[in-house]
């Protein structure tokens, strides 16, 4: 019997994989496993995928058909996440030399599924989504040593037409109030300053334990931990933000003044075929409690544009929302049709020549948007969190609560003080329109 001992993981989508793979990564490493930076150098090679849009559906497909001829050389491979889940068995059909398959609602048999490997089974599973529990690691790998992830809730109940996240995550299982604090505690003590709180939809978090904290009790206690200076949280769905999520904002420092609200679209109409459950003005109410709060509050979001039967006149209800909001930034994308979605059944949809032009349009509007709310902070002062120096330029790399890129110099300091994972008051002199730029204040 073959031992496999080394593994190499490769990780592709949103932070909620990204924060799965440290885990995955802590679960290896207590099983005698040991991590290596590169395919070639792993015997055990795992993807850790995502579906959302058929182009990150593609990447994996073609990263495995790369690796296909090491297989002969010993090499086991394995598709974590959203792929795995949502193609199963199908992978091993398409990519013959892959051996486990596994969604991230089976990662807690992730260990047997190792022992099942090492002994020599060619083709292991993990694809049921029937399960309440949570993926806790007693060992967690962290890639950032000043920034933790924690997971509050997994999985998703909102069935929105067009996404497969209820299909590849499973339902949502929330952890314990306990539970999340302990972590937070134990990553205070271990030196990390800032915390990101994830979940598809942390506003439904809903404490399993008899405390029965809901998010915004949950989110003021965090905030309240020795140690932890910052703490986001991501992501946020308009139907479940409640007013009192801005209160904790303005009453607790620690807790950073950016909210992630994505809208999808402008148009109640098309929100309503999104299967959203929220119209324009119910959108637009949340954004006025965001605006009427004592901090100012960044607000990011992520559109869709080219949803089936968007209508120009929907897009152009969309382009005024993002004048309305004037957001710090966005995540924008066309439109992809994702297997098992419900918006797989509507018709009119729209070519990809026209999604293309749209999203070229809302891009190059909101970048003006963003060169106007930058230009406001010029000459303010910002506290950040410094995340790299820039070798190139001489510049520190600087984040601000509001989670915008702040760029120093520092005129008078040693060049070689480290200044990594310290907090800095930065006067901002330049602004652009993805970052500023500025000098720190002694
Ligand atoms: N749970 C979060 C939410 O409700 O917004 C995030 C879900 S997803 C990981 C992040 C973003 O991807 C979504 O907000 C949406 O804008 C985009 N997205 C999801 N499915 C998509 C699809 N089929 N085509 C294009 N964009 C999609
Ligand atoms: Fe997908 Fe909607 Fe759930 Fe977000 S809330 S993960 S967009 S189904």
Redesign the pocket.
């Known amino acids: 019997m073959r031992v496999v001992k080394t593994f190499y993981i490769e990780t592709f989508?949103?932070q909620?994989n990204v924060h799965d793979s440290e885990k995955v990564i802590g679960t290896l490493i207590a099983q005698g496993y040991s991590q290596v930076a590169t395919p070639e150098e792993a015997e055990l090679v795992f993807y850790n995928t995502?579906s959302?849009?058929?182009k990150a559906e593609q990447k994996v497909f073609s990263r495995l058909q790369q690796f296909k001829k090491e297989h002969g050389r010993g090499k086991t491979f394995a598709v974590l996440g959203c792929v795995a889940q949502q193609e199963g068995e199908k992978i091993f059909a398409k990519a013959p030399h892959v051996s486990l398959v596994c969604g991230s609602a089976s990662y807690n048999q992730l260990p047997e599924m190792l022992v099942q490997l090492e002994t020599g089974n060619r083709r292991v599973t993990g694809l049921s989504l029937d399960t309440e529990d949570t993926f806790d690691t007693p060992l967690t790998r962290r890639d950032n040593p000043h920034r933790a992830y924690i997971t509050i809730i997994e999985g998703?109940d909102?069935s929105?037409a067009?996404?497969?996240?209820p299909f590849t995550r499973g339902p949502e299982r929330s952890r314990t109030s306990a539970s999340v604090i302990s972590e937070a505690r134990k990553l205070a003590s271990a030196g990390y300053s800032e915390i990101q709180l994830l979940?598809?939809?942390v506003n439904s978090y809903r404490d399993p334990s008899p405390a029965g904290w809901d998010f915004t009790t949950l989110l003021a206690n965090v905030g309240r931990t020795p140690g932890i200076r910052r703490v986001r949280f991501?992501?946020?769905?308009p139907r479940d933000f409640v007013q009192g999520i801005i209160d904790a904002i303005d009453e607790n420092l620690a807790l950073c003044n950016h909210v992630?609200l994505?809208v999808?679209s402008g148009s109640t109409r098309v929100l309503e075929a999104m299967q959203r459950l929220y119209t324009r003005d119910d959108y637009m109410r949340r954004i006025d409690w965001m605006k009427k709060a004592r901090r100012d509050i960044a607000i990011t979001t992520?559109?869709?544009v080219g949803?089936p039967g968007e209508t120009e006149a929907d897009f152009e209800a969309t382009l005024a929302l993002l004048d309305a909001v004037e957001y710090d930034s966005i995540?924008?994308?066309?439109?992809?049709?994702?297997p098992n979605?419900p918006?797989l059944a509507l018709g009119d949809q729209v070519p990809e020549e026209e999604k293309g032009r749209r999203l070229t349009i809302l891009q190059e509007r909101q970048r003006a948007i963003q060169v106007r709310r930058n230009a406001t902070y010029l000459g303010r002062v910002e506290e950040c969190l410094v995340e790299g120096f820039n070798k190139a330029t001489g510049q520190w790399i600087g984040r601000t609560s509001q989670n915008k890129t702040l760029n120093f110099i520092r005129p008078t300091a040693d060049p070689v003080d480290n200044l990594l994972g310290t907090y800095v008051e930065v006067r901002v002199t330049r602004t652009g329109p993805n970052s500023l730029a500025g000098e720190s204040v002694h």
């Open positions: 989508g949103c909620m995502c959302i849009r058929d998703c909102k929105c067009y996404c497969v996240v979940g598809q939809n991501t992501t946020s769905h992630h994505p999808q992520d559109v869709i949803f995540f924008s994308f066309k439109y992809s049709r994702r979605t918006a």
